[in-house]
């Protein structure tokens, strides 16, 4: 005989809400668009730790009548609730339906079914504390972006041994880490930190489900399927480069690169086989007549070219360029260390001609720490090779005369991961998403205008790129007349504190054609990021116009290529300029 639960008891609660409430099993709520439904974890903090559904909201039972209203636009909308075995879910459902919402349910057996039947986990937050400062963030304020990036106070002593406060223009070479991201970072090492896939302890199950987690988030910012695509952990976008053309090398035919590439896309592939490279037309783009042309002469297995340019910020029509690689029968892998933090990216669907086949990219190029990248590519094309590293991680077994190698990723993970810099970069990545790739593109547009029509109006200023500043990322090159590359950032940061990169920036051919001609063997480029606004934008200006006037008040010398001033209340006389800048 069935016992019957106390009516005025938990369980009796919970079976009057059952009999109110319709229930979702956990496949049917896996086969859903996560689009199309809320999902809320009511669960607690302490248990969000151990994981939970990708794409779900955290919400307390305890908050959740004060939290909804800013989740569900609509009382119609379609909302499913979930907890560790189906019951607080259930009370949580009644609350909402005596609220007015229409459309609830509640996942029958909560998390413990949803793990039970092997469906996917993404991690949680690794503390209460990361989970307040995120919320702390308003995604759609740019002050509030900004003033999470400890960086954007800093102050720096100048020459005369006053302080500045630091602008900081160098987002092309790398970006800072904001708050929460190293919060993240810092609960993960304090609290989390264990090697992921090798150990069943509970440390080790957060670590992987946090690892695991990434994959997905790199997947989704990009666009890449993970049924065709896998995407590789790597150190940087150089190590992620040094997979692709590993990968690629047994195949027959040569790869075309571009004039436009950082020196990691390109000298990877110079070592292993036949490089082809397609020029630049007057304007500084990519020479699309000359590509075309290259693709007809002979066999080219692999396009290897940039999404962003890192000396112009010049972002080539890399669909167009896959339409034509992949109806001359060749991959294409595009650099997007320049692109992943300034502009929405789109790998496209697999089989599409203009879908990209490989992508690259660094996490300090996204505001994570340093010593993470990522590579996409096939799945087919990254397991028909041998690891790139043999070693620790990528087998499956070893005797004594072989061993059999894993599928991609871990085929090509070699050793133990960057755990913590995978989970910073996923986290970055993230705030991104929220922010929108678009919102991002616009803010940093405003700010590009506001340079470039400064600079022109300073007048004296030669200005590299293509003129269409749409057809860029925030990327300003450009020389002071007069004055070397050199002294102009020297002269910018030792007395006005303001961060900027000159030389040629690790894409010496691009640089000398830009620079051909006699004249100067470097530029200055200023770059701009995330955290920067109007006050940043003003102030480089302002330091810019005293080089111009060649007002500034110390005395510069350079030695190696090192450059040291002191304030000497006067124009420098003597400059050494260095040709082999870089």
């Known amino acids: 005989m069935e016992r019957t639960a106390p009516p005025n008891s938990y369980e009796g609660l919970c079976d009057a809400a059952r009999r109110q409430v319709t229930s979702i099993q956990a496949a049917e709520l896996a086969g859903l668009d996560p689009e199309a439904v809320l999902i809320i974890d009511v669960r607690e903090p302490t248990e969000w730790q151990d994981g939970v559904l990708p794409e779900s909201v955290l919400i307390p039972r305890g908050t959740i009548e004060k939290e909804i209203p800013s989740h569900a636009e609509s009382q119609c909308d379609p909302i499913c609730l979930y907890c560790a075995t189906g019951k607080r879910s259930l009370l949580a459902a009644r609350t909402l339906q005596e609220m007015g919402y229409t459309d609830v349910r509640s996942l029958e057996g909560g998390f413990t079914a949803w793990t039970d039947a092997g469906l ?23 002050a509030s972006i900004r003033s999470n990036f ?32 190293m919060e993240e970072v810092r609960n993960f090492l304090s609290l989390d930190y264990a090697n992921v896939h090798r150990a069943s302890y509970q440390l080790a199950r957060r670590s992987t489900l946090r690892f695991e987690d990434a994959y997905r988030t790199c997947a989704a910012f990009v666009g890449a399927d993970l049924r065709h695509h896998c995407v590789v952990f790597t150190s940087n976008t150089t190590a992620a480069c040094e997979i692709v053309a590993h990968a690629v090398e047994p195949r027959p035919g040569a790869v075309l690169v571009t004039d436009l590439e950082h020196h990691s896309s390109d000298l990877p592939h ?127 077994k070893v005797d004594e005369d072989g061993a059999t190698w894993l599928p991609s990723p871990d085929r090509h993970q070699y050793g133990t991961p960057n755990v913590g810099g995978a989970i910073g970069m996923s986290v970055m990545l993230g705030l991104l998403m929220r922010i929108t790739m678009e919102e991002v593109r616009a803010h940093e547009m405003r700010l590009f ?36 590359d050199m002294l102009t950032a020297a002269v910018l940061g030792e007395e006005f504190g303001v961060a900027v990169r000159n030389g040629r920036f690790c894409s010496h051919v691009h640089s000398d054609r830009l620079l051909e001609g006699g004249g100067p063997t470097g530029a200055v480029r200023a770059s701009i990021g995330l955290f920067n606004d109007e006050s940043d934008v003003d102030a480089f200006l302002a330091a810019v116009e005293v080089v111009r006037r060649k007002a500034w008040k110390g005395t510069y010398t350079e030695r190696g290529g090192a450059v040291s001033g002191q304030d000497a209340g006067r124009c420098a006389d003597r400059w050494m300029e260095n040709a082999g800048n870089s």
């Not at 937050?125 to 740019?142: K, M």
């Open 270 to 396: 110079r070592r292993r086989g036949k490089v082809v490279r397609v020029g630049l037309d007057p304007d500084h783009r990519l020479d699309m007549t000359a590509l075309r042309e290259a693709l007809d002469r002979e066999p080219v297995k692999l396009v290897s070219v940039t999404g962003a340019a890192n000396v112009t910020g010049w972002m080539p029509p890399i669909h167009e360029i896959a339409t034509l690689a992949h109806e001359a029968g060749a991959l294409i892998c595009v650099d997007a260390a320049q692109l992943i933090a300034h502009a929405p990216i789109d790998m496209g669907r697999p089989g599409d001609p203009a879908s990209i086949d490989f992508l690259v990219a660094a996490g300090h190029k996204a505001y994570a720490p340093f010593g993470a990248g990522f590579l996409v590519g096939p799945r087919e094309v990254l397991d028909a090779v041998d690891p790139v590293v043999p070693g620790g991680g990528v087998a499956a």
């Open 120 to 142: 996917d986990v993404a991690s949680g937050p690794t503390s209460v504390a990361a989970r307040e400062s995120v919320a702390t963030v308003d995604h759609e304020d740019w």
């Open 449 to 484: 205008r506001r340079m470039v029509d400064g600079l022109e109006a300073i007048g004296g200023i030669t200005l590299y790129g293509p003129r269409d500043l749409e057809e860029r990322v925030a990327i300003v090159p450009f020389n002071v007349d007069g004055v070397s």
């Open 150 to 181: 400890a960086i954007s106070a800093r102050t720096v002593e100048v020459l005369d041994g006053s302080t500045r406060p630091l602008v900081y223009l160098d987002h092309a070479a790398t970006t800072h880490p904001p708050d929460f991201a």
